[in-house]
C-alpha cells in the first residue's frame, strides 16, 4: 500500500494519487499533477528545479515590475538559473523601502545591531556548502579555493558584526574646548546607501561592501554583480529568515548601466558606493550624485586582504553636540 502524500508510484485502487509527480496509473491515466512520462518503482529520477530567482525589496521577494528576467550563467557558461531583472521602478521602490526602515535600524542599540549581524553570521555559516558551491560555480573556482572563500565571507561578516558598538569610541571624540562647556563629536549612520557590489567577488567583495554599510546604521540598496548574482540573492535568503529587519539591506539584479543612474540621481539615497563600477564609468555617476549632495566612495580592494575601518567610516557623519557644564 502506498503512503499517504506519496510523490509518485500507483494506488491500490489503481486510481492516480493526489499531488503524485510523476510515474503512471495502470488504468494508463496521467496522475494528477504529473508532469508527464512513466518511471519504474523506486527510480530515484527526478527534473532538475531550474529557479528564477526574484528581487529582494522590503523583506520581500518580489518580481521585477516589468516582468523581465535573465540567464545566469557559470563560468563554464552552463546554464544555472534566471534572475529577475530590475527595472528602474524596482529601484525606487528599493530606495523607498530602504528609507522606511532606516528610522528602526538606525534608533535600535549598537549592541543590538552587532547581534543581529551576528545571528546572520551564524546563518552564513549553517549554509556554508551552499554558499561554496555557488562561489566555484560563478567564479570557476576549484572546491577547495571556493570553500576558503565561503569561510572568509563568514569570518568577513562576523568581524564587521563587533563593530557596532566600537565605532563610536573609534570615530566619536570629548574634545576641549575653551569655556564651561562639554563638546563631544558622535558619528550617526548617513541614511540610505545605494550599494554597486564587485563585479567579479561576488561573494566575498559582496560581504565586504554590504557588511559594514548596516554594522554603522544605514539601510542599503544593492546591485549585485550582473553575471554572478546568485550569492547576492542567496545571501538575500538568509537575511530575510535571520532578525535583521525588512528594507534594512535590498537586493537588485540586473544590469548596473540600468540602475546605477537611477540610484546615483535619487534624492533620498543620501550616499552611493561605486566599487562595483569601472573607473571609467564613474565620473558620470559623480555628477548626478552631486546633484544632492551625495556622499560618494569607491575603492578597489583586495577583499582577500584583512578589512580595516576605512568602509565602516565611509557612511558616518559626525555631529557635534555642546552641552552647558553643570545642567
Same mark, same amino acid.
Do not use: C
Given at each position: 500500500?502506498?503512503? *499517504?502524500? /506519496? @510523490? !509518485? =508510484?500507483?494506488? %491500490? &485502487? #489503481?486510481?492516480? $494519487? +493526489? ?12 496522475? *494528477?499533477? /504529473? @508532469? !508527464? =512520462?512513466?518511471? %519504474? &518503482? #523506486?527510480?530515484? $529520477? +527526478? ?281
Amino acid at each position: 500500500m502506498s503512503e *499517504r502524500g /506519496g @510523490l !509518485g =508510484g500507483s494506488s %491500490p &485502487r #489503481g486510481g492516480a $494519487e +493526489r499531488g503524485g509527480l510523476e510515474g503512471s496509473s495502470p488504468r494508463g491515466g496521467a496522475e *494528477r499533477g /504529473g @508532469l !508527464g =512520462g512513466s518511471s %519504474p &518503482r #523506486g527510480s530515484t $529520477e +527526478r527534473l532538475d528545479v531550474r529557479k528564477t530567482y526574484k528581487l529582494f525589496i522590503g523583506g520581500a521577494f518580489p518580481r521585477s515590475e516589468s516582468g523581465r528576467s535573465y540567464p545566469v550563467s557559470g563560468a563554464d557558461g552552463t546554464l544555472l538559473a534566471h534572475a529577475a531583472r530590475a527595472s528602474r521602478k524596482d529601484a525606487r521602490d528599493a530606495v523607498t523601502a530602504a528609507r522606511a526602515a532606516f528610522g528602526r535600524w538606525s534608533g535600535a542599540t549598537a549592541y543590538n545591531r552587532g547581534q543581529v549581524l551576528y545571528r546572520v553570521a551564524e546563518m552564513l555559516d549553517g549554509r556554508l556548502a551552499q554558499f561554496a558551491a555557488l562561489a566555484e560555480d560563478a567564479e570557476g573556482l576549484d572546491p577547495a579555493a571556493a570553500e576558503q572563500v565561503a569561510a572568509a565571507a563568514v569570518g568577513r561578516w562576523v568581524w564587521y558584526a563587533g563593530w557596532p558598538d566600537k565605532v563610536a569610541q573609534v570615530a566619536g571624540a570629548a574634545n576641549p574646548v575653551a569655556g564651561p562647556y562639554f563638546n563631544f563629536s558622535v558619528p550617526e549612520p548617513t541614511g540610505v546607501v545605494a550599494i554597486l557590489a564587485p563585479a567579479q567577488s561576488s561573494l566575498l567583495g559582496l560581504v565586504s561592501v554590504v557588511a559594514p554599510v548596516i554594522a554603522t546604521g544605514n539601510t542599503a540598496v544593492v546591485v549585485a554583480s550582473e553575471r554572478r548574482p546568485l550569492p547576492a540573492v542567496t545571501l538575500a535568503e538568509v537575511l530575510a529568515t535571520s532578525d535583521v529587519p525588512a528594507g534594512v539591506v535590498n537586493v537588485l539584479t540586473g544590469p548596473a548601466a540600468e540602475l546605477a543612474p537611477v540610484l546615483a540621481g535619487h534624492m533620498d539615497v543620501n550616499a552611493i558606493d561605486l566599487t562595483g563600477v569601472e573607473p571609467a564609468g564613474r565620473a558620470d555617476l559623480e555628477r548626478l550624485a552631486a546633484e544632492n549632495v551625495k556622499r560618494v566612495f569607491a575603492a578597489d580592494d583586495d577583499w582577500a586582504a584583512a578589512p580595516g575601518t576605512r568602509r565602516l567610516l565611509a557612511f558616518v557623519e559626525t555631529k557635534t553636540v555642546w552641552h552647558p557644564v553643570g545642567i
